[in-house]
C-alpha cells in the first residue's frame, strides 16, 4: 500500500517533470526557460527523496541538500546574465 | 542601468554560511558515509561563486586574500606529505594508521591520517576551481 503510493507519486513527478521540459523546449523566452529549468532541479529533489525512501537507505540525503545549493546557484547565475550580461563582474560601479 | 541587489546580497549573506558549514560537514562525515574531500571542496568552491556572483571580483579578493594556485599547491603538498611520512616509520608508501585518542570536549575519538589526505584533495579541488574561475572572471570582453 505504502509502496503504491510512492510509485504514484513518482508517477506525478515525473509528469510534472515532463510538463516543464515541454516549457524548456517550447518556451518563449529567455526566462521561461530558467525558471522551468529551476523547477526541475526542485522535482529531481522530490524524486530523489521519494527513491530514498523506496529504497530505505539514507545515503541520498545529501544529494537533496547538495541539488538545492546547485539549482539555487544556477538560477542566480543565469538571472545575472540575463540581466547585466556577464556573472562575475569586476568591480561593481557604485 | 545601475541596479540594487539588495535582496541578492542579503540572502547570499546568510547562505553563505549554511553552505560553507555544509561542505565541512561532509569533509568530516567523508569516512563512514557519503562526502569527503571532492565534493567538500566543491561545495565550499560553490559557496565562494555565489559570493562572487553578489558581490564583485574586487570584493571577494579584498576579503579572501588567498592566492588559490598557492592553495592547490599546499594541497598537493599535504596530500605527498602524508604519502612520505609513512617512511618515518619504515611502511611503504601512503600506508595510513589511525589511533583513539582522549580529546578534551569530544572524549574519545578516532583520528585518521587519512584526514590529513583528504584534507590535501580538499585544498587542491577548492584551489583549482577558484583559479579556473577567477580566471575567466577577469577576463576583458
Known sequence: MFDLLL????????LSTLAYIYRVV?????????????AIGINLIGITAIISIILRSNSFLEIILLLGILAFIGTVAFSKFLEKGVVIERERDS | MKTNDLIL???????????????????FAGHNSPGGGFVGGLITSAGI???????????????????????????????????IGSFLFGVPFLTHSFGH???????????????LFDTGVYLVVVGVTMTIIQTIGEDDD
Do not use: W
Not at chain 1, 510509485?7 to 515525473?14: A, C, E, H, K, T
Not at chain 2, 547562505?15 to 558549514?21: G, K
Not at chain 2, 585518542?101 to 584526514?115: K, M, Q, S
Open chain 1, 7 to 14: 510509485n504514484i507519486s513518482l508517477l506525478l513527478l515525473s
Open chain 1, 26 to 38: 517550447k518556451g518563449p523566452s529567455t526566462p521561461d526557460r530558467v525558471i522551468a529549468l529551476d
Open chain 2, 9 to 27: 546580497q542579503t540572502v547570499t549573506k546568510i547562505t553563505v554560511f549554511i553552505i560553507f558549514a555544509y561542505s565541512l560537514t561532509l569533509f
Open chain 2, 49 to 83: 561563486v555565489l559570493l562572487l556572483l553578489a558581490f564583485d571580483l574586487k570584493t571577494i579578493t579584498t576579503i579572501l586574500p588567498f592566492d588559490f594556485k598557492k592553495v592547490a599547491a599546499l594541497g598537493l603538498l599535504f596530500a605527498a606529505g602524508t604519502g
Open chain 2, 101 to 115: 585518542f582522549d580529546l578534551p570536549i569530544f572524549g574519545e575519538t578516532e583520528l585518521a591520517t587519512a584526514v
